[in-house]
């Protein structure tokens, strides 16, 4: 019955026309027609059961090079087959499973595979959205010379593309307060303590290998590193206005995804400066991204979403529960005063905190909707930002259609908060 079941539509023609044959053969009693009946119905049922019958047994295995790329990039994608019995196989029909947002499924057709015989096959794919996509299962139809029978294998074994947001290069700017306790200060409490006065400790998993103390490490026999620079390690926290309601458009050029793609162009900027982050959203939910750690940061922010909140209340109260930042950096939507205030009280002496401002106004304007950003709401935005200036934050604003990199020297500029 699998053989059967696995007849293509010219096999099931073929066996129709047999069928038809036969019985017009034993009606008109003509041996010729019959001899022929038989034959056409002979050919497709012969070829389901070789089909059937046939123990091919396939080797895969599925290479992502890279395995993390920004939206919009490719990846190759290798599939490497192999016949690890000592039977030729005949015709293959190879197809792999990708989700629409990859693109069409590919497919490729293999004319024979000698025993012990490798194939690879290449095939690229890419995305405009964020996410992680499964890549597979591979599928393998087995079909005979004349087309008349296929019989379906799966294998089981998926991969996953990791697409995160679009990072844009960032120029060098002075945050004064993100290294608090670190950078030129660090270096010069080590220098003026001596090397071999710093304080070391045990190695623990997850500290940083540029600080471990060789004389130290020499002595005791185990890896130590230097305690000052543990504790000193510059912070700063990374907030995410993922609300809903605050943001406008649809698809990857929505202002929902613009965020994002600055809190990641941000980040890994910072991490690369020698900035441990913590990342917290508008639900409070915390990520922490040590020094050169910025992949944990884009794969957190591969996979985030819209959510359903109305205020940024918990946001901010996970920001305070934190503390010990010299930087705090807010990527925001649409913001009225009281969020606003709420905001200001963070910004502390010693704490440079900067606000993207996203100008929602120009988000309506661009599709269309300008009618829907109402004066109230741009006397909202005003004073909000108000608040935030008066408080000492640095605000910039990102309009739609613009670079984060043109407005980012303006995060070093102090006048900004005046």
């Not at 120029?171 to 090397?195: F, K, M, N």
């Not at 050169?292 to 884009?298: A, N, Y």
């Amino acid at each position: 019955m699998t053989g059967l079941k696995a007849l293509t539509p010219r096999g099931r023609s073929f066996l129709a026309s047999g069928v038809a044959a036969l019985l017009c053969a034993l009606v008109l009693g003509e041996q010729d027609l019959l001899r022929v009946a038989v034959l056409i119905i002979a050919m497709p049922l012969i070829a389901s059961m070789v089909v059937a019958r046939t123990r091919y047994r396939l080797a895969s295995a599925r290479r992502l090079s890279p395995a993390r790329v920004q939206a919009g990039e490719e990846s190759t994608v290798t599939l490497r087959l192999e016949n690890v019995t000592r039977l030729p196989t005949g015709l293959l029909l190879v197809e792999d499973t990708l989700q629409y947002a990859l693109g069409t499924r590919p497919r490729f057709v293999l004319d024979r595979m000698e025993s012990r015989g490798v194939r690879e096959i290449d095939y690229k794919v890419s995305s405009d959205l964020r996410g992680r996509f499964p890549i597979g299962p591979l599928s393998v139809r087995i079909a005979d010379p004349f087309g008349l029978v296929e019989l379906t294998r799966s294998f089981t074994i998926t991969d996953t593309l990791v697409v995160t947001p679009e990072v844009v290069p960032l120029p060098p700017v002075r945050l004064s307060g993100e290294h608090s306790g670190g950078g030129d200060s660090r270096t010069r409490s080590v220098a003026a303590a001596g090397d071999d006065d710093v304080a070391p400790r045990e190695y623990r998993q997850g500290d940083d290998l540029r600080r471990v103390h060789w004389r130290s490490t020499a002595r005791h026999g185990e890896l130590m590193v230097r305690r000052e620079e543990q504790e000193l390690q510059s912070r700063g926290a990374l907030l995410l206005d993922t609300r809903r309601h605050a943001h406008r458009g649809e698809g990857p050029r929505s202002s929902f995804e613009v965020a994002v793609s600055a809190a990641a162009s941000i980040g890994v900027h910072l991490s690369a400066e020698g900035l441990a982050l913590r990342l917290v959203t508008d639900q409070g939910a915390r990520h922490v991204v040590d020094t050169g750690q910025s992949w944990s940061l884009l794969d957190t922010l591969a996979v985030i979403r819209q959510s359903t909140a109305r205020s940024l209340e918990h946001g901010v109260g996970a920001l305070r529960q934190g503390g010990g930042e010299g930087l705090i950096i807010a990527v925001l939507g649409a913001l009225d005063p009281e969020e606003a205030r709420a905001l200001a009280q963070l910004r502390r002496s010693g704490v440079t905190a900067v606000a993207v401002l996203l100008d929602l106004a120009s988000w309506d304007r661009a599709s269309g909707n300008g009618a829907s950003w109402d004066a109230v709401a741009d006397e909202k935005a005003r004073a909000a930002r108000s608040v935030l200036t008066g408080a000492g934050w640095r605000v910039l604003d990102l309009p739609a259609g613009a670079s984060l990199a043109g407005v980012w020297p303006e995060a070093g500029n102090k006048r900004s908060a005046a």
